[in-house]
T-cell receptor
Framework: KQEVTQIPAALSVPEGENLVLNCSFTDSAIYNLQWFRQDPGKGLTSLLLIQSSQREQTSGRLNASLDKSSGRSTLYIAASQPGDSATYLCAVGRGYQKVTFGTGTKLQVIP | EPEVTQTPSHQVTQMGQEVILRCVPISNHLYFYWYRQILGQKVEFLVSFYNNEISEKSEIFDDQFSVERPDGSNFTLKIRSTKLEDSAMYFC???????????FGSGTQLSVL
């Protein structure tokens, strides 16, 4: 059974700081990994999708890496802003099957 | 960007009542999903649906739950007899192909009293 863990559970940083969120998964037989953002009481917004054959994906100030063999992914956020405050979720998937979500990291960026 | 649309945004019901949660997936998507999130907990998979049939379901998705795609655009989740523990945010999701990005709706907050 796939287990997905995210560390830290919560993070508070001053505006402008670069930060790294971690995601680990127990079963490396994945097809892809997706990072989402969730604002309080809202839906999930897709940030980045990394296919199992890829090492990283970038979108603006976000960069996600994947090391499938070690069961790890990181989300790097450059020059953090107060608007980045949200919960960040990683989710791993195998083809058409369900994706399994991590426990989430709640980020607060302090102005 | 195309969106997954869910209605209603909030639903309050009495224990034992039937509820239907509605979703309109993105039009060219072929794979549909329901997830739920109990307050303060992880997002949990309920069911996946492809080619007009369930392709996978979790242990949560018991006989009280059913899904339907009644026409070419809607995808519904029915809970036959709601329980207090069904109170959660329910998310619909869709994607065009198995290995592509999964898009989520904004959710329906279900409160069972």
């Amino acid at each position: 059974k796939q287990e997905v863990t995210q560390i830290p559970a919560a993070l508070s940083v001053p505006e402008g700081e670069n930060l790294v969120l971690n995601c680990s998964f127990t079963d490396s037989a994945i097809y892809n990994l997706q990072w989402f953002r969730q604002d309080p009481g809202k839906g999930l917004t897709s940030l980045l999708l990394i296919q199992s054959s890829q090492r990283e994906q970038t979108s603006g100030r976000l960069n996600a890496s994947l090391d499938k063999s070690s069961g790890r992914s990181t989300l790097y956020i450059a020059a953090s802003q107060p608007g980045d405050s949200a919960t960040y979720l990683c989710a791993v998937g195998r083809g058409y099957q369900k994706v399994t979500f991590g426990t989430g990291t709640k980020l607060q960026v302090i102005p | 960007e195309p969106e997954v649309t869910q209605t209603p945004s909030h639903q309050v019901t009495q224990m034992g009542q039937e509820v239907i949660l509605r979703c309109v997936p993105i039009s060219n998507h072929l794979y549909f999903y329901w997830y739920r999130q109990i307050l303060g907990q992880k997002v949990e998979f309920l069911v996946s649906f492809y080619n007009n049939e369930i392709s996978e379901k979790s242990e949560i998705f018991d006989d009280q739950f059913s899904v339907e795609r009644p026409d070419g655009s809607n995808f519904t989740l029915k809970i036959r007899s709601t329980k207090l523990e069904d109170s959660a945010m329910y998310f619909c999701a869709s994607r065009v192909w198995p290995n592509e990005k999964l898009f989520f709706g904004s959710g329906t907050q279900l409160s069972v009293l």
